[in-house]
């Protein structure tokens, strides 16, 4: 299993006390030694993306304003929440390479899964703005970039942050050859979700306090048969773990075991219908030791030789 991480990924911050932070992936990489799952994995060094490649997602005008620079040691504020300091754009543009990276390799047979521990996040991103701690959308872009460069007819994303993905479904909604399914609390930020925007969208909205019961009811009614109609070719999961109990940014009560209910779910209908293929990129999750936790869960699922492909 391919892990895509890089060293730059640290110097992208949006302030002292932001909950978006570079311990978020040091807290990974610490569990998941603590795990004795980190020399498990095929460890990759992330590469940045081509800006046109980018254009697939974006508008030419977004991303011309993201590469404005930023002068060392000051802040560009997005939005209230969001901000680029001068070692943003390059994280960004690593973090979709990361996640095109995964697409290629597991479409070219080098590996069946692959994590991508990237930041900033990306599911918040719009076609045509950045909000709530993300820039460009890796994930919508993957989606893309697998249906033209390998033909793919059928993609599935699926999207389990706490908070909805407004910018992967403003991009892909109504796409062709595209499906998405997603959970998310409703009514928290950033209030969509309720009402999906396109056909190709299956929006699972939670309570405040929902747990294994509310996802055991959705996999079984929702999601799976959704996704088993669908036969996708390539899984895409913009893997976010505030729904975890502890997460202060949110309100739902989820654990690092109904992360691996989730994750064996997936692999299920990854292994029936694209021999396996998934590519699975970090979003959110911000209680250290609850993330840290919740990503082990997940990629030991991933790891796991009892749900592997014959």
């Known amino acids: 299993m391919y892990f895509f991480s890089h060293p730059r990924f640290q110097d992208h911050s949006m302030g002292s006390g932001h909950p978006e932070c570079p311990e978020r992936l040091v807290a990974i990489e610490e569990a998941l030694k603590?795990?004795?799952?980190?020399?498990?994995l095929d460890h990759q060094v992330a590469k940045p993306v081509d800006m046109k490649v980018l254009e697939l997602a974006h508008t030419q005008d977004l991303l011309q304003r993201l590469a404005l620079p930023v002068p060392l040691g000051t802040y560009e504020f997005i939005d209230p929440?969001?901000?680029?300091?001068?070692q943003t754009y390059?994280?960004?543009?690593?973090?979709?390479?990361?996640?095109l990276q995964a697409v290629d390799a597991v479409m070219t047979d080098k590996t069946r899964h692959a994590f991508c521990a990237v930041r900033p996040p990306g599911?918040?991103?719009e076609r045509a703005a950045s909000?709530?701690?993300?820039?460009?959308?890796?994930?919508?872009l993957a989606a893309l970039y697998a249906r033209k460069?390998?033909?793919?007819?059928?993609?599935?994303?699926?999207?389990?942050?706490?908070h909805h993905g407004n910018g992967t479904e403003d991009i892909l909604a109504n796409e062709e050859g595209v499906l998405m399914v997603s959970s998310f609390q409703?009514?928290?930020?950033?209030?969509s979700g309720s009402k999906p925007k396109g056909e190709n969208m299956v929006n699972v909205?939670?309570?405040a306090g929902a747990g294994s019961a509310e996802i055991a009811s959705m996999l079984e009614h929702h999601w799976i048969p959704q996704l088993e109609g669908f036969e996708p070719q390539l899984l895409l999961i913009s893997a976010g773990f505030d729904a975890h109990r502890e997460d202060p940014l949110a309100g739902l009560a989820w654990t690092e075991d109904d992360y691996a209910r989730i994750t064996d779910a997936l692999v299920q209908v990854a292994n029936a219908f694209c021999t396996g293929r998934i590519v699975s990129s970090l979003e959110g999750g911000y209680c250290l030791d609850a993330l840290g936790r919740s990503v082990s869960s997940h990629i030991a699922s991933l790891l796991k030789p009892s749900l592997r492909a014959a």
Not at 186 to 191: A, L, S
Request: net charge neutral.
């Open 149 to 162: 460069k390998y033909k793919l007819t059928r993609v599935a994303v699926i999207d389990f942050d706490v």
């Open 123 to 125: 599911h918040h991103a």
């Open 186 to 191: 409703q009514d928290i930020y950033p209030g």
């Open 81 to 86: 929440d969001t901000c680029m300091n001068a």
């Open 131 to 140: 909000m709530g701690f993300c820039f460009v959308n890796h994930i919508a």
């Open 205 to 207: 909205p939670l309570r």
């Open 34 to 40: 603590a795990k004795a799952l980190w020399p498990q």
């Open 90 to 99: 390059e994280a960004m543009l690593l973090a979709s390479g990361a996640v």
